[in-house]
């Protein structure tokens, strides 16, 4: 047995345990307090304090289904669907859905939400009250989220390997290949040691799915000549590319009517045939590409010759709208959705790269042609198109030259708008 005179001590170390073992336990409750689900990752339109959710339910659309079939598998009754069905009809039919896209059902105590996204842009929203039988329609817009980026290279390969490097999708190099295809050969041009810088915005939906890209300005660095071009909007609304003093960077024609071939043949009064064998004027350019790559008319005018012309297999010829110059396209494998007297735009595709005729391998054979008469394409100089006008000059200045200046500086970290 412990002496009286250690009780006091004793209580006193018995109080200082209980206290610790109170305060262990309240941390922990605090502890449990904070661990918390991280709520931000859920959708949007799901996130309504005033109406929790009791269930979400997701069906995607198959090849061959109707709106009162995939409805049903939503957990709704055939009437009901029927019902929704026309409810929305005003606002859009239910008929045009497309597979692969998503039926979305939410139910709250408040009752029931049905959503379709009708494209990029909209969707279908129909609506029941909990306490109520009718369905309300409407087409509202869809949250789209903007983010800019900016992408910079140097070609070791091929540009699309580059450009993927940079972090740049396809439909975002290829945009960037057409803005400048007045102006570079991406055929015969490109060289290993080229570089290049784009500053372009990609649209992301409310399923974070991308839209689209469009780039802002770029600049191309091609054997130490430098391009540079900058998006407007012209008061007209048409929306162009322009060089920083702004002249335009459209011209009549395109310098090749084919993207990221090479070429394997070129203009000469000289050159023995590799079928026929024997020497004569090739007098054109030969753009060796896979088989069943796009053909695109370099310039605006109209089909005047659609079918098969001997050694050229399947074969094209254009006549422009100066008609002054023609443009010929050979031995297509077939031909796109174009008829003879037909009016086609610069860049349209008017067929695909085969080797119909007397060819060795798949190619287009291209030809231009001055009042009928072949010259050298790979030479030709063409002027560009009109500048931006005089009375709007200020305001293209002030609107590009923020997007000039981020050409000039360091890139920075992607930022969200």
């Known amino acids: 047995m412990p002496s009286h005179r250690w009780y006091p001590l004793l209580g006193a170390m018995a109080g200082f ?3 610790l073992l109170f305060i262990g336990g309240a941390g922990q409750d ?4 904070m661990s918390i689900p991280h709520d931000e990752w859920v959708n949007a339109d799901l996130r309504t304090d005033a109406n929790p959710v009791s269930s979400l339910r997701l069906v995607t659309l198959r090849s061959g289904d109707h709106a009162v079939a995939a409805l049903q598998r939503l957990g709704f009754s055939n009437s009901d669907a029927r019902r929704m069905i026309t409810a929305a009809n005003a606002s859009y039919q239910l008929k045009n859905i497309r597979a692969g896209q998503v039926f979305k059902r939410i139910d709250t105590p408040e009752g029931t939400d049905f959503y379709y996204n009708i494209d990029a842009d909209q969707r279908l929203h129909l609506h029941r009250n909990a306490k109520q039988r009718d369905w309300h329609a409407e087409v509202t817009q869809r949250l789209v989220s903007v983010r800019q980026r900016i992408a910079t290279g140097v070609i070791r390969g091929s540009l699309f390997a580059s450009a993927e490097r940079a972090g740049m999708d396809q439909r975002t190099t290829m945009n960037l290949v057409d803005i400048f295809a ?12 080229d570089s290049f810088k784009v500053i372009y915005e990609e649209r992301f939906d409310d399923n974070g799915r991308v839209l689209g890209s469009s780039i802002l300005a770029a600049r191309f660095v091609n054997q130490g000549r430098t391009f540079e071009a900058v998006r407007y909007q012209q008061k007209n609304g048409q929306v162009n590319y322009f060089t920083p003093d702004g002249k335009s960077l459209r011209k009549a024609y395109l310098k090749a009517p084919v993207k990221f071939s090479r070429i394997s043949s070129r203009f000469t009064l000289r050159r023995k045939h590799p079928i026929l064998g024997y020497t004569r004027a090739h007098r054109g350019v030969d753009y060796a590409a896979p088989m069943g790559t796009p053909i695109h008319a370099i310039g605006d005018g109209r089909i005047i010759f659609k079918g098969w012309k001997g050694g ?14 023609a443009t010929a396209y050979g031995h297509m494998s077939r031909y796109a959705h174009v008829k003879r007297g037909q009016f086609v735009k610069q860049g349209q595709i008017i067929g695909y790269v085969g080797m119909s005729g007397l060819a060795t391998g798949p190619h287009l054979h291209f030809e231009f042609r001055v009042r009928g008469r ?44």
Do not use: C
């Open 182 to 193: 007045w102006d570079i050969d991406f055929a015969r041009d490109m060289r290993s040691g």
């Open 30 to 33: 605090a502890r449990a307090r």
């Open 17 to 19: 345990l209980f206290i």
């Open 312 to 325: 050229y297999g399947r074969f094209i010829l254009i006549r422009h709208t100066n008609r002054l110059h």
């Open 374 to 417: 072949a010259v050298n394409p790979l030479t030709i100089k063409h002027p560009p198109a009109r500048p931006i006008a005089r009375a709007e000059r200020d305001r293209f200045m002030q609107q590009t030259a923020p997007l000039l200046g981020q050409l000039k500086q360091p890139s920075p970290d992607v930022t969200w708008g």
